[in-house]
């Protein structure tokens, strides 16, 4: 599904962040990154859905065979890459109806079907929003405008569902979630596994991975995969620290 | 970050650019270029006007010639040339008494305007009146409207069959010696439409006038005067569109509106004269005078505008509320890029008891644009328990672009309740980038939230105009990302 590399990255005129990360996630995995702050996890998202700011100094991402790096950030969205944000942006003035119906079928179109009309979407977004316990209500206001922090993380699980993506990324959905919140949105994770669609969830916790059950995990450390197992080397990083695994190295 | 294809596609849009550029071939009859009283003469000759008219304009002219060009507002622009002007162009021939009279080049350009001026193909449920440089071509739907005893005429008719309302209430909102323009105004103002909503009446349809500027190094000098009755009603809706032309052009409108008792004017503007280019060289000069009176109790002028077009807009679409309980609002959306400059708001006159006043601003700066807010709410002494909110937010788009806001408030009553909000905010790199995510284009995305940015002036908008509005403030933003 997807294959990183030797990826190299720095932010724009600034310092290098990724120096040579290996990764290839083959269809229907979740493959959880973890890693101690500053160690290059959000950059690596941001460089995968196609963020400004970062420069890829070396490297190839290869998405289905295409050249990932070389596509703009709404193509990659239509090709089927999904990116649920540590901070759900605001957006004030649209409905979160709007937007998600405006999302969905720019998607839709770019993918060769025909835009959703306002009833079948309402009947589509209905459905979705049931996946992750999201009222009615939620989906008249204004696109995360308000929201609690785990509504916003309901909401991108939301989008998740309603776009359909092939390669979902998850950067921290888990963080400022109490565990009712943390169990609503794992539920709507699971949900949307599937043998055609691949996960890479991004960490500080083990406690996600207690409902999100990875088939492999990474540790990312100084802008490299340092150490890769299966979800038994969560519960050791929980217990030893991030410190034992360069130790070791 | 590979950027390639997106700046390619922005520098597509910007050089798709303005829509409505192109110039009818049309003879114009045109009075020689300047200003003089022979010039104010003549227009008033040309259009067999009484004796007091014409002594109206002269009085109007004298004024202007004592009077300084205003300098007060934020907006930058070489001086005007007063005698390299024409004040008076029109298509040849003889005035068209009907519609199907009108020269079938004239009716092709209102319909590729969008406003077609056959009632057959018409926007069901709204009267036109096009005015094409210093003229009315026609008006759609009167037959109708009379039937509800409303008149919907040419200004210039109206002073022919309508003589003594136009002079009860011509200048009686804006005297003549209101300001320059206004001035400059009342002595060569070559046609405009007149409405009249007879008393309890509510109108109809919607009505409207479409202003096109198509002659060269022409001045376009209308005005309009809506009167409604007691108890009336009547939604109104001016849209301006002129060719693509190197030189500046002159729009210098009044716009007079009189609400009596519990009568309520809806007036709504979608304004997009020529902007200029990339580098700010030509567009119209748009300095208009607009002017509400709430004369009556409980009457209600609520003023809406989406102004995109103009090189220069400085307008103050303002309310006097003289009637007790009556009601001002202002709702705007001013949207300058390039080299536009807009110094735009209004000013909320309370004079009478419990009158209330709303202003919502939403000012959008892109490229090298510059936009100003520029209101007054003035309480008087006898305004017992007036209240105002007003609300000014201004949007960035880009780091070369200006907002400034200036609002000026003067209470002289102990019990009125003022309140003013102002937010600037920029359109963040997170909005785009979160927009995109999901699958959005640029300008899609820049586009979505500028109209959410929008939304309470956006709903004010009569249903069959906001879908225009919003497409045209789409095209506007095009190319101002990237």
Redesign the interface.
């Not at chain 1, 859905?49 to 890829?56: F, I, L, M, S, T």
């Not at chain 1, 790096?69 to 709404?74: D, I, K, R, T, V």
């Not at chain 1, 901070?87 to 649209?94: A, D, H, N, S, T």
């Given at each position: 599904m997807i294959e990183i590399k030797n990826l190299h990255v720095r932010t724009e005129g600034g310092a290098e962040i990724l120096k040579g990360l290996d990764l290839s996630i083959p269809a229907g995995q979740v493959h959880a990154i973890m890693g101690p702050n500053g160690s290059g996890k959000s950059t690596l998202s941001y460089v995968l859905?196609?963020?400004?700011?970062?420069?890829?100094t070396a490297g190839s991402v290869l998405f289905k065979g295409q050249d990932l790096?070389?596509?703009?950030?709404?193509e990659?969205?239509?090709a089927g890459i999904?990116?649920g944000?540590q901070?759900?942006?605001?957006?004030?003035?649209?409905s979160n109806a709007y937007?998600l119906r405006?999302?969905?079928n720019?998607?839709r179109v770019?993918r060769g079907l025909p835009a959703l009309d306002a009833v079948a979407f309402m009947a589509e977004m209905r459905r979705a929003a049931k996946v992750v316990e999201l009222s009615t209500e939620m989906l008249k206001r204004?696109v995360n405008v308000g929201f609690s922090g785990g509504e916003k993380k309901r909401n991108e699980i939301l989008?998740l569902g309603l776009?359909d993506p092939e390669f979902a990324i998850l950067d921290e959905t888990d963080s400022g979630l109490d565990i009712d919140a943390l169990s609503v949105v794992a539920r709507g994770i699971n949900a949307h596994r599937g043998p055609g669609r691949s996960f890479l969830v991004i960490t500080h916790y083990q406690r996600l991975l207690d409902h999100v059950r990875p088939d492999v995990v990474h540790v990312l450390q100084g802008g490299r995969i340092v150490k890769t197992g299966g979800p038994e080397l969560a519960l050791e990083l929980e217990a030893r620290g991030y410190g034992w695994v360069t130790e070791g190295a | 970050m590979e950027k390639t294809p997106d700046n390619a596609f922005v520098e597509s849009v910007v050089r798709k650019g303005y829509e409505h550029g192109f110039v009818t071939n049309v003879e114009s009859d045109a009075f020689p270029q300047g200003i003089s009283e022979d010039v104010v003469r003549a227009i008033s000759a040309r259009k067999a006007e009484p004796e007091w008219l014409l002594d109206w304009r002269l009085k109007a002219f004298r004024t202007w010639q004592k009077m300084a060009e205003p300098a007060w507002a934020k907006v930058g622009y070489p001086t005007i040339d007063y005698d390299a002007i024409y004040y008076y162009a029109a298509p040849k021939g003889p005035a068209p008494k009907s519609l199907d009279e009108v020269d079938p080049e004239l009716l092709a350009t209102f319909e590729k305007l969008g406003v077609p001026l056959h009632e057959r193909a018409a926007l069901a449920g709204v009267a036109v009146d096009a005015v094409f440089d210093s003229v009315s071509v026609g008006t759609t739907f009167k037959d109708r409207l009379a039937e509800a005893g409303v008149i919907f005429c040419s200004f210039s008719e109206a002073v022919h069959n309508h003589p003594d309302l136009v002079r009860k209430y011509l200048g009686s909102v804006v005297p003549r010696g209101d300001n320059y323009f206004a001035a400059l105004n009342s002595a060569v103002f070559s046609d405009g439409s007149f409405v009249f909503i007879p008393e309890g009446t509510r109108c109809p349809m919607e009505l409207s006038t479409y202003f096109r500027i198509n002659a060269k190094n022409s001045g376009q000098f209308e005005r309009t005067l809506i009167i409604a009755e007691r108890g009336s009603h009547v939604s109104y809706l001016e849209g301006c569109t002129a060719p693509q032309r190197d030189e500046n052009q002159l729009h210098a409108a009044v716009v007079e509106l009189v609400a009596h008792e519990d009568a309520e004017i809806k007036y709504s503007t979608v304004q997009n004269w020529y902007p200029g280019d990339e580098q700010g060289k030509g567009g119209i000069y748009n300095f208009v005078t607009k002017r509400g009176k709430c004369a009556g109790a409980r009457s209600k002028i609520s003023w809406t505008q989406v102004e995109t077009g103009s090189s220069i807009t400085w307008k103050y679409p303002s309310c006097v509320l003289i009637g007790d309980d009556s009601v001002g609002e202002f709702y705007s959306i001013a949207l300058t890029r390039n080299y536009q400059q807009a110094d735009t708001g209004t000013k909320m006159v309370h004079i009478g008891k419990r009158t209330r006043s709303t202003i919502i601003s939403k000012g959008i700066s892109a490229g090298h644009g510059q936009n100003t807010y520029r209101g007054l709410v003035e309480i008087h002494a006898g305004a017992d328990g007036a209240r105002n909110y007003s609300e000014c937010d201004s949007l960035l788009i880009g780091s070369q672009c200006g907002a400034h806001t200036f609002p000026y408030i003067t209470c002289g009553n102990d019990s009125a309740q003022i309140e003013h909000e102002a937010t600037t905010s920029k359109i963040s790199e997170d909005q785009l980038f979160y927009c995109r995510q999901r699958g959005l284009s640029e300008e899609d995305a820049v586009s979505l939230i500028v109209t959410g940015f929008c939304k309470e002036v956006l709903r004010e908008l009569p249903m069959e105009f906001a879908v225009e509005a919003n497409k045209l403030l789409a095209v506007s933003l095009e190319g101002t990302v990237g």
């Open positions: 859905a196609g963020r400004d700011g970062y420069e890829v790096l070389a596509m703009a950030p709404e990659r969205a239509h999904f990116l944000l901070y759900p942006v605001e957006i004030p003035g649209v937007f405006t999302a969905v720019a998607v770019a204004d989008q776009l | -």
